[in-house]
């Protein structure tokens, strides 16, 4: 199912972070969706960081979940935060 979604002509949206990318390293497995763009929830993924996974996940945005704003200024998550969807 991946390999045809993949050769679909149409835009392809991934929820959370794209099928068959591990979520903490970035890495692919055997095979992963190539999305146009990834809707993430709560807090952008590690796997992000990581510059072989942009060609998976494409444009990123951040759903709001109800996490608390201020959870996105600890300085222990370095994460930068754009908006919000």
């Not at 992963?32 to 444009?59: C, H, Q, R, V, W």
Request: glycine share 4%; hydrophobic share 45%.
């Amino acid at each position: 199912m991946i390999n045809w979604a993949n050769k679909m002509n149409c835009p392809k949206l991934s929820l959370d972070i794209p099928t068959g990318m591990d979520a903490t390293t970035g890495e692919i497995f055997s095979i992963a969706i190539k999305a146009d763009a990834t809707m993430t929830l709560a807090l952008p993924k590690a796997a992000f960081k990581n510059p072989k996974a942009s060609e998976y996940f494409g444009e990123l945005y951040l759903a709001d979940i109800s996490v608390p704003k201020e959870l996105y200024n600890e300085d222990s998550l370095n994460v930068e935060v754009g908006n919000i969807f």
